[in-house]
């Protein structure tokens, strides 16, 4: 991960690169969070601000969400529900 960070500080981003890569970049951690048990997801979600998390937790099927949201913190699903009712 060091190097992967190290790698993208180095790399000069153009605002049209960096739209093309978001879509996958979001994609690619999506995956990560839904091959997570509900439990780790949800500990590690309650550590984000719910407008980070609503860009993963979205794009995961309703059932896995379900079992993530019902892991974690009250107060940040609540929150949570709110973006995603807007979305």
Do not use: G
């Not at 979600?45 to 794009?59: A, C, D, R, Y």
């Amino acid at each position: 991960l060091i190097a992967e960070r190290d790698r993208l500080k180095n790399t000069p981003a153009t605002p049209a690169a960096a739209d093309k890569q978001a879509p996958k970049k979001t994609a690619d951690v999506t995956d990560v969070y839904a091959e997570m048990t509900p439990k780790d997801a949800a500990n590690i979600f309650n550590e984000l601000s719910p407008t980070e998390v609503v860009t993963i937790i979205k794009e995961i099927d309703a059932e896995q969400q379900a079992a993530i949201m019902a892991k974690m913190d009250p107060k940040k699903v609540a929150a949570l529900t709110q973006l995603l009712a807007v979305q």
